[in-house]
Every structure is written in structure tokens, then in C-alpha cells.
């Protein structure tokens, strides 16, 4: 029998965080009243993280896990949680606690109500850097005004889909996958839940800046043509700055014969300007074709190197990994 709620972690070396962890989610379990099972997808922890989860399982029915044979990101991890989720609602969340356990009464609440997405939106990030808080900030905005879809400001991964929107979510065939984007993206009904986040509880942030750096370019790529346009835009732009450089050549080969800025200057000036809108554009265009290439491949998201809970075996289900 399938049970009621899933809950779905993506762990990369938390060993520190997982007991406390573990336990939160038992007692959050506990007050559902309705049965649950918790997904530790192991996105190639190097750390214990594996023995621990395994540990879990060996000792509750109600724990599930994933492990990848390398490490594939949060995203992906997220992903191969929701192709083996069987709840009929979906819950995800960080490993690391800064996403509080508590707040799932809240968003099944939300779900009871008739919502079929419930996402955290969050008002304070606590102990985290200016930096991160400022980048994140302006981020979330550009990614607003760019994209094609609404995706709401400050929220992250943490939310609570309803089968439905998960099985749609498991349909789409793209790679690239930015989650909140998807979500956004599927409509039904959706609301948010707000809270505060919480500090990590240990360990260090596994999102790099080269990580977080990419997560952004990506959801802006997969969500939005205007980069594409921007290529165009800064095209015609310098067609137009060009045509006023050369009225105003013409105006000093008249008019002033001997200024110098008629000479050298003047021709390197709109050979750097051109050039730099040349490759700027190529890149750009790059990006996308980068994502067709990607896409066009068409491996495998992850590859599983071991599952427990689900009820079968890694080789009678690998074809699972491949949509
Ligand atoms: N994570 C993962 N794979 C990665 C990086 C992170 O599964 O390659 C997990 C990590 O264990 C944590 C969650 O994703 O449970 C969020 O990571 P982190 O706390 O580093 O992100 P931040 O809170 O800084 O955005
Ligand atoms: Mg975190």
C-alpha cells in the first residue's frame, strides 16, 4: 500500500546533520498521523552520510533511500526522489535543517485546504553572508523580470506537491532541471507558506559559488529567450552607434582635417565595441545550444548505485532511470 506522504531529502556529506535530522523528521513523521515515508536521496556522499541512511533504514519501515554513484547535484537528487516518491503528497526538503521540519504540518495543512503546491517562502535568512543574502536578492528579481513564468521571489526547493503535479513533473523529458522554475511553470493551485530560515545546523554550504553560479545561469536559460533577444538588441545598438561614429568622422575629415581623432583611435575604439558585442552574442548563443546539445543526448539524469524501500530491485527497475 502506498502511503499518505513522502518526504523527499537530498543529502551530500551531512553525516553531521542526519541524526538530528532523522529525528525531526520521526517526530514531524509521528504528528501527520498518516502513514509517511522518507526518501534520503544520497547524491555521492564520501562522508558516512551512506552508512547512516542505511542505518535509518535497517531500523525504520517508514525510511526509503536513493544512492547515486556519484555526485549530480541537488536538482537532480531532488528529481530521482520524485521519480520513486508513491505518496499522494510530496513534501521536499533541504538536508542541512536550514528548511525546519515543523513547517510540513503547515504545508499539509495547505494541501488539505486544496492547494496542489504549497511552497516555503522565506522572510529572514539568518546567519547567512551578505553576499549571499544581497546576490540572492537581486537574483530572485532579475529571474522574475526575465522569465516567462512567475516564479515567486525567495523561495527555494521546500514545498509540497500533490501527485498530480508530480507526475507531470516526472513526464517532462528536459535535463535542465530547475525545479522552482517547473513548479512555477505547472500552475493548479498554489500558495505559499512563509517562515523564517534557519541557520545550517552543521557542516558547510555544499552550493559552491561556481554551484549556485550555475543554478542561476540555468534557470535563466531554461526559462527565458531574452538573453537571446539581448544579442539582437546589442546588435542594432552598435549598428547605430557605428552609424554615429561615422557622421561624426565625416564631420572632423570636413570640418577639422587635422584632428587626431580621426586616426587610429577612433578605429580601435568601434573594432573593441564590435568585437566585444560579437562574442558576447556568440556566447549567448552558446548557452542555448549548450542546453540542445544537452538535451539531445539524451542520458540517463543520474546513474543508482544502490535503493532500498522501494519494492524492487536496482536491476528489474533500471530502465526507470532512464525518461
Ligand atoms: N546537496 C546535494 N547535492 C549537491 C549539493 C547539495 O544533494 O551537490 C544537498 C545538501 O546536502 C542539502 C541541500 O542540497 O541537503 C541544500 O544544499 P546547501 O545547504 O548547500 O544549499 P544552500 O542552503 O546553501 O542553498
Ligand atoms: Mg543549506
Redesign the pocket.
Same mark, same amino acid.
Given at each position: 500500500m502506498s502511503p499518505k506522504y513522502s518526504i523527499i !531529502?537530498?543529502?551530500?556529506? $551531512?553525516a553531521e546533520t542526519l541524526p538530528e535530522l532523522y529525528r525531526r523528521l520521526c517526530r514531524e513523521s509521528d504528528r501527520l498521523e498518516e502513514s509517511v515515508e522518507i526518501i534520503f !536521496?544520497d +547524491? %555521492? =556522499?564520501q562522508d558516512g552520510s551512506r552508512t547512516l541512511i542505511r542505518q535509518f533504514f535497517q531500523e525504520d519501515f517508514r525510511v526509503c533511500y536513493l544512492c547515486f554513484a556519484r555526485?549530480? %547535484?541537488?536538482q537532480? &537528487? !531532488?528529481t530521482a526522489g520524485l521519480n520513486f516518491a508513491r505518496g499522494e503528497a510530496i513534501v521536499i526538503l +533541504? %538536508? +542541512?535543517l536550514?528548511d525546519p521540519p515543523e513547517l510540513i504540518s503547515q504545508l499539509v495543512a495547505q494541501w488539505q485546504a486544496g492547494y496542489q503546491v504549497v511552497y516555503a517562502q522565506r522572510l529572514l535568512r539568518r546567519q $547567512?553572508s551578505r553576499f549571499?543574502r544581497w546576490s540572492a536578492f537581486i537574483f530572485y528579481r532579475l529571474l522574475r523580470y526575465l522569465a516567462s513564468v512567475d516564479i515567486p521571489a525567495d523561495t527555494? +526547493?521546500f514545498c509540497l506537491l500533490d501527485r498530480q503535479v508530480v507526475e507531470i513533473l516526472n513526464a517532462m523529458p528536459e535535463r535542465n532541471r530547475y525545479l522552482r522554475g517547473l513548479r512555477a511553470w505547472v500552475g493548479f493551485r498554489q500558495t505559499a507558506v512563509t517562515f523564517s530560515r534557519d541557520r545550517?545546523y552543521a557542516g558547510? &554550504?555544499?552550493?559552491t559559488l561556481s554551484? =549556485?553560479l550555475a543554478l542561476a545561469v540555468n534557470s535563466i536559460v531554461s526559462f527565458s529567450k531574452v538573453p537571446l533577444r539581448l544579442a539582437t538588441y546589442l546588435g542594432l545598438l552598435s549598428g547605430l552607434l557605428s552609424m554615429v561614429m561615422a557622421v561624426l568622422v565625416l564631420y572632423w575629415r570636413l570640418v577639422e582635417p587635422n584632428s587626431r581623432l580621426t586616426g587610429l583611435a577612433t578605429i580601435l575604439v568601434a573594432l573593441f565595441f564590435l568585437g566585444a558585442v560579437q562574442l558576447v552574442s556568440i556566447g549567448i548563443l552558446g548557452e542555448y545550444i549548450g542546453r540542445i546539445y544537452e538535451e539531445v543526448k539524451g542520458r540517463p539524469l543520474y546513474t543508482l548505485a544502490d535503493l532500498g524501500g522501494f519494492e524492487f530491485s536496482l536491476d528489474s527497475h533500471r530502465d526507470r532511470q532512464f525518461f
Amino acid at each position: 500500500m502506498s502511503p499518505k506522504y513522502s518526504i523527499i !531529502v537530498p543529502i551530500y556529506n $551531512e553525516a553531521e546533520t542526519l541524526p538530528e535530522l532523522y529525528r525531526r523528521l520521526c517526530r514531524e513523521s509521528d504528528r501527520l498521523e498518516e502513514s509517511v515515508e522518507i526518501i534520503f !536521496v544520497d +547524491d %555521492g =556522499s564520501q562522508d558516512g552520510s551512506r552508512t547512516l541512511i542505511r542505518q535509518f533504514f535497517q531500523e525504520d519501515f517508514r525510511v526509503c533511500y536513493l544512492c547515486f554513484a556519484r555526485n549530480f %547535484g541537488h536538482q537532480i &537528487a !531532488v528529481t530521482a526522489g520524485l521519480n520513486f516518491a508513491r505518496g499522494e503528497a510530496i513534501v521536499i526538503l +533541504d %538536508g +542541512d535543517l536550514q528548511d525546519p521540519p515543523e513547517l510540513i504540518s503547515q504545508l499539509v495543512a495547505q494541501w488539505q485546504a486544496g492547494y496542489q503546491v504549497v511552497y516555503a517562502q522565506r522572510l529572514l535568512r539568518r546567519q $547567512e553572508s551578505r553576499f549571499k543574502r544581497w546576490s540572492a536578492f537581486i537574483f530572485y528579481r532579475l529571474l522574475r523580470y526575465l522569465a516567462s513564468v512567475d516564479i515567486p521571489a525567495d523561495t527555494g +526547493d521546500f514545498c509540497l506537491l500533490d501527485r498530480q503535479v508530480v507526475e507531470i513533473l516526472n513526464a517532462m523529458p528536459e535535463r535542465n532541471r530547475y525545479l522552482r522554475g517547473l513548479r512555477a511553470w505547472v500552475g493548479f493551485r498554489q500558495t505559499a507558506v512563509t517562515f523564517s530560515r534557519d541557520r545550517r545546523y552543521a557542516g558547510k &554550504a555544499k552550493y559552491t559559488l561556481s554551484k =549556485s553560479l550555475a543554478l542561476a545561469v540555468n534557470s535563466i536559460v531554461s526559462f527565458s529567450k531574452v538573453p537571446l533577444r539581448l544579442a539582437t538588441y546589442l546588435g542594432l545598438l552598435s549598428g547605430l552607434l557605428s552609424m554615429v561614429m561615422a557622421v561624426l568622422v565625416l564631420y572632423w575629415r570636413l570640418v577639422e582635417p587635422n584632428s587626431r581623432l580621426t586616426g587610429l583611435a577612433t578605429i580601435l575604439v568601434a573594432l573593441f565595441f564590435l568585437g566585444a558585442v560579437q562574442l558576447v552574442s556568440i556566447g549567448i548563443l552558446g548557452e542555448y545550444i549548450g542546453r540542445i546539445y544537452e538535451e539531445v543526448k539524451g542520458r540517463p539524469l543520474y546513474t543508482l548505485a544502490d535503493l532500498g524501500g522501494f519494492e524492487f530491485s536496482l536491476d528489474s527497475h533500471r530502465d526507470r532511470q532512464f525518461f
